[in-house]
């Protein structure tokens, strides 16, 4: 026992235990909770923490850099029920993602009173599936979660085998909550023991999380589910929980059934859901060190690049506001795996950080990983992927005139067009220094986008008929010319970027890449 746990044990229970001793009642977890989540730290900065939807539901998703994207850890916040949000255990979920390397979705499921059974499970349902929709295959997906959110968790299980989806690779249950009649020995055995609970709070939930419905229901109480056809489960719990047996017994009945690949940890000490606390205590980061093993072991290994012929995952280091927005709708045009490694300018100077420079010397966005080289310049990246990862589309045939074509809007982009429009953005902060400039830098531009204007019809691309990369590569230059008024007499380009704007691809990428003032 390390003194640390020595040392919180009894505060723990001097601060909890006689609150719910006053009071029984399984609402005191919302202030409990919010003060618990308040005293966190921050989480790292290699950690990106982004509010997302999957399948309709609130959550937020944790990546640490460079993690794998074909796989995923789906989290279930505890809090009896009625309490608790993503943001209440990052100190568990930053970990999760950086020591296992796949992201954390960590879902803000409906809570109770307001929302009782089964509204939880179903949002935990919906997203189940909605990653599965996005693209990450059900035996990749590991599921987790504790004390409400382990029952959760195991609900979700049953449900899902019932129903016939697809299993994920894993459960992770961390105190969890199985049993709503507290039939377990450990209810009565450790209620002086337990840091936390009091036999009375129990009898406060029915109410709330489940009105009218049969505590013995296997999808509130999966103790009392046939426990065949069961994914690999992971248990931890404290010795000296009053939940103790809703483990030990949920474990049993499950290797009863001939699952082998089922771990138990009874862990001496502890209290419910310690691991929440490995920010001041050794035992919650090896603990946390134990499930990363236990995932790791059923977790498939990503597909090695390039022998079978899939498209490696490309990462793409994207700095808001910039033209790497691009590459993101490159990406989303072609349907390629990819990630997304954010970076954020300086709020007073405009400059990218200097992380990028860790990526490459310049300091530039975009930069794109590939199979790991690093390859820089935009018009570059998009040669490279629509070459390489296209399969003939978004690019005519090479050795052809309409690739000639192509080559040169390619780097009209970059070239002809970009130099007077950046110098119209950085002489446009100038105010009337930048006077002299100014006519000749406007004349530049209307020669360039009055040359565009002629050979896009109404209706039409750069290519013609048909859309191409290099449309998306010269999406930048209308959309910096159109925030800065220069292309009000050309009609047709103002009705290109209108079409570009509103294609599929574009709004995804622009929902993933983030804040961008150009759209």
């Known amino acids: 026992m390390s003194i640390q746990l020595f040392l919180l044990n009894p505060i723990l ?12 009642d399984i609402l005191e977890l919302r202030p409990v909770m919010a003060e618990a989540g308040a005293m966190q730290k921050p989480v790292p900065a290699d950690i990106d923490v982004a509010p997302v939807r999957i399948g309709g539901v609130r959550a937020e998703r944790l990546a640490a850099h460079g993690v794998r994207t074909d796989a995923a850890f789906l989290y279930i916040h ?4 009625v ?18 390397g796949i992201p954390v979705f960590a879902i803000d499921y409906r809570l109770a009173p307001e929302h009782p059974f089964p509204a939880g499970l179903d949002d935990c349902v919906a997203a189940y599936r909605g990653l599965i929709a996005s693209g990450v295959d059900a035996s990749s997906i590991v599921v987790g979660g504790d004390s409400a959110g382990g029952n959760l968790t195991m609900a979700l299980a049953v449900r899902l085998r019932d129903e016939g989806t697809p299993m994920p690779a894993a459960l992770v249950c961390l105190s969890p909550a199985l049993d709503f009649t507290y039939s377990g020995a450990s209810v009565t055995e450790n209620a002086n023991a337990d840091t936390f609970f009091i036999p009375e709070i129990m009898s406060t939930v029915a109410p709330i999380y489940h009105p009218g419905t049969d505590a013995k229901h296997p999808y509130l109480s999966p103790i009392f589910t046939d426990a065949s056809g069961l994914p690999p489960t992971l248990f931890q719990v404290g010795a000296t929980e009053m939940l103790r047996d809703d483990s030990t017994r949920m474990a049993a009945n499950m290797k009863a059934a001939g699952n082998a690949n089922v771990q138990l940890d009874v862990w001496p000490k502890v209290w419910h859901v310690w691991q929440i606390m490995a920010d001041q205590l050794p035992e919650g980061e090896k603990a946390i060190r134990d499930i990363v093993s236990f995932v790791k072991k059923h977790l498939p290994q990503p597909t090695p690049k390039n022998t079978t012929g899939n498209t490696p995952m490309l990462k793409v280091h994207h700095l808001n506001n910039s033209r790497s927005q691009r590459i ?15 970076y954020q300018r ?28 690093i390859i820089a310049e935009s018009g570059a990246i998009v040669e490279l992927i629509t070459q390489k990862y296209g399969k003939g589309r978004l690019a ?9 074509r192509y080559i040169e809007w390619l780097h009209f982009a970059e070239g002809s067009a970009m130099l007077p429009l950046m110098l119209a953005l950085y002489t446009g902060r100038l105010g009337d220094a930048a006077a002299p400039l100014q006519p000749r830098i406007t004349s530049e531009l209307d020669n360039y986008f009055s040359y565009m204007n002629s050979l896009v019809e109404k209706g039409g691309y750069l290519m013609g008929k048909e859309f191409s990369a290099a449309d998306i590569e010269n999406s930048f230059v209308l959309e910096a010319g159109k925030v800065r008024g220069f292309l009000a007499n050309y009609p047709n380009l103002l009705d290109l970027l209108a079409r570009l704007q509103a294609r599929p691809a574009y709004k995804a990428a622009l929902e993933k890449g983030g804040a961008y003032a150009f759209a």
């Open 13 to 24: 229970r001097f601060r909890i235990k006689r609150r719910f001793k006053k009071k029984p």
């Open 78 to 81: 505890g809090g009896g029920w």
């Open 83 to 100: 309490a608790g949000s993503p943001e209440t255990h990052r100190s568990l979920t930053w970990r999760l993602t950086k020591q296992i």
């Open 328 to 342: 993101l709708w490159l990406l989303e045009e072609l349907q390629l795996p990819y990630e997304i490694i954010k």
């Open 346 to 373: 300086d709020a007073v100077t405009n400059l990218a950080p200097p992380e990028l420079k860790k990526i490459h010397p310049l300091g530039k966005s975009p930069v794109i990983e590939d199979d790991g080289r």
């Open 396 to 404: 005519p045939a090479a050795g052809t005139p309409a690739y000639d």
